[in-house]
């Protein structure tokens, strides 16, 4: 079943990045009210806005709204966390536990889509790479310099096809942080904190320009497993069971 409204949402997100700004494709334009999460204070990096701004689906009920609004805040505390132990204490030159976890698993799509400098050639310097990315989506969006980050309300056809829907975005600068989230996982997976957490996480990193395949060995995925393992080593349960609830 052809699901046209999520095919708009999805074609206005790819035009929001071609054209940098908002651009209403929807015959009935979804409602949106703006939400605001602190970024914390992150030693080493200067310059931060104090809160990153979405404006959020009124379709969405005031539980899932809060469950967006915890997922995002977790997106930005790991941010936080990995930049804060890589500065350690003002060396800049720490591993954090993010970049050491991801160094280990991750071989494969290293670079982002806008990525130009020296080659990057293992898991430690992606994630590097990445969460200096997000200093700057969060920058760009908290200063407002990006366009407005939308979170869209859509129910994909089966419902159990998509989480958390970021799309792979090609441009270092001004990065809409906008993303497609399905209510009914929100529903489903309510309390479970960890499914939520890495489905963000890994839809942050397509906006950061980190690209699919969502399996094994690839960054986008190993980082985001690593997160969702509070960065501790792979056990014996499967890659699939965590990375089924990337997008
Ligand atoms: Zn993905």
Known sequence: MLNIERLLIIMELTLQDVLQRNYFLSPSPSQFTEISIPVPPTPGISG????????????????????IIYTLGATLFNWSFHCTQKWSGGSNTGVSQLASCTNIYATKNLKPTWYRGTPITNGRKATEVAMDQFTQMIKDNGFRRSPPARIFYSIPAPITTSYILGTTAFNQVNVPLSFVINPRELDNLSGTAFPLIGSMFHAWLHRAGFSDPKTTSYFISECTMCVMRGFQPKTSVPDSYFYRFFD
């Open 48 to 67: 931060l806005p104090a809160r990153c701004y979405f404006d959020i689906s009124t379709k969405f009920n005031a539980i899932q709204k809060q469950e």
